[in-house]
């Protein structure tokens, strides 16, 4: 909530740029804060679900690093636009680079995709594993849960998680044979 020392000096500067019919037909003004780069950091994992969401329809499942979302605020966000930019720059970079790897047949069902920032940090890192993919496990289902790997993580913690959580897949076919007998 505002303030009233807050919102005085943001009139001043509304009626300065704006004319009176134009302010008059507004109800409120509301000024708000900048987000911080952990709010940020949030959002860019919510977009990166939503793309995890589509892989895990192919049965692929993606690991994104913090690093990897720092790298992605850097190139996107513009604080005149807000987050917005955000999705436009996924769907630019990730996505392309996802669908590419797809129709190259580098990922298919049951694959995991590690998305991290070079050591640099001035680009993004793809790494495939065939590994049966990654399942939920409270419904035997491919996950659409985007798994984060903190930094610093060893690349043999990381294959260790997702190791914990592979399960091998039935066909549907042979559950019903053997529902069957």
Not at 126 to 140: H, M, Q
Request: charged share 35%; proline share 4%.
């Amino acid at each position: 909530m505002l303030d009233a020392s807050c919102t005085r000096p943001s009139n001043a500067i509304v009626r300065r740029h704006f004319r009176p019919k134009l302010l008059n037909r507004l109800d409120d003004i509301v000024v708000f804060d900048p987000l911080s780069h952990d709010q940020l950091r949030k959002v860019a994992r919510l977009q990166m679900k939503d793309v995890a969401s589509r892989l895990a329809e192919r049965g692929i499942a993606l690991v994104v690093t913090d690093a990897a979302l720092d790298y992605i605020l850097a190139e996107s966000y513009d604080p005149v636009y807000g987050m917005r930019p955000i999705r436009r720059w996924l769907e630019k970079r990730v996505v392309t680079e996802l669908s590419r790897m797809l129709v190259r047949e580098e990922i298919d069902e049951n694959t995991t995709v590690y998305i991290d920032a070079n050591p640099k940090g001035n680009e993004l890192v793809y790494r495939v594993e065939k590994n049966g993919g990654l399942v939920n496990a409270a419904t035997d289902q491919n996950s659409e849960v985007l798994i984060q790997i903190p930094n610093g993580t060893t690349r043999d913690d990381a294959a260790q998680a997702v190791k914990k959580m592979k399960v091998e897949e039935m066909d549907d076919k042979d559950d019903a044979d053997e529902m069957d007998m």
